[in-house]
């Protein structure tokens, strides 16, 4: 029996797990079903998290799917824990273990998203990155976990290059973020180029938010991306050092789009923003 906890950010993270690993398998639901038992809607619902599995279940369709024992402990653990309201707390969640679930779970949110707002007050958003830029910032990983996180968020900008349903992106960016050098000139001027292409897209707004400002706003208090949904309430992702978070808790939710009106209140013009990117490409291509 399902319980109360759909739609949460714990449970729709679960189910974009469990279509990620059975794709990944290359089994269809019809024949997970057969494999199991019962009908093959209950598994679809599963995915489209509109019904929360019991820990059991979790653990029969890991079995069915031959996944590895760690992998299937970990879904089982996610399944078993209480909700107790909308958000989520992932701990540990920068190891090299946590690479491919970390983001799949991230990638569920964007790829479902109408509307996608990212504070970034120290880096330029992810969706917006390069890939030596996004392989700069990730400096003292080992080389081949460096790859794969380059990979995978590389892969992440398609959902704002997508024909139909692409989300509205919307970024603010802190103006000292411009100012920081990571990889070199020449990497920040292909990330600042980029930045301009793809604000040239219909769906991506970037403005940015000035440096010299006297009073306080929203962005000093650290980065966070806002999501907004067709069929479900917003979720807030928050990244630490070896964590992150989604909430999903009315105050909680109701705090961040306050914070975003603040934010939007400092920033910038869109046009004003972006002269200022091109001023500092300008600047980087004439570096000595």
Known sequence: MSRNRTGSPRNRALGAELREIRERAGVTVRELAHRIGGHHSKYTRNEQAARSPSPEEVASIMTALGTSEAERDRLVEMAREHDGGG???KSGSAGSLGINHELTDLME?????????DVSPILIPGLLQTSDYARAIMGGMPSHEVDARVAMRIGRRDVLMRRNRSPEFHAFIEESALWKKLGGDDVMAEQLRHVMTMSEQPNVTVQVVPADLTSWNAALS????????????PIVHVEHVSSSAFLAEAEDISAYRLAVDSVSRVAMTVEQSSKVIARRITELEGAP
């Not at 949110?109 to 707002?117: D, G, L, M, P, V």
């Not at 806002?226 to 479900?232: D, G, I, V």
């Open 87 to 89: 958000n989520w707390l």
């Open 109 to 117: 949110f964007e790829r479902t998203a109408t509307s996608i707002t």
């Open 222 to 233: 650290g980065s966070f991306i806002y999501f907004e949904f067709p069929k479900a309430g």
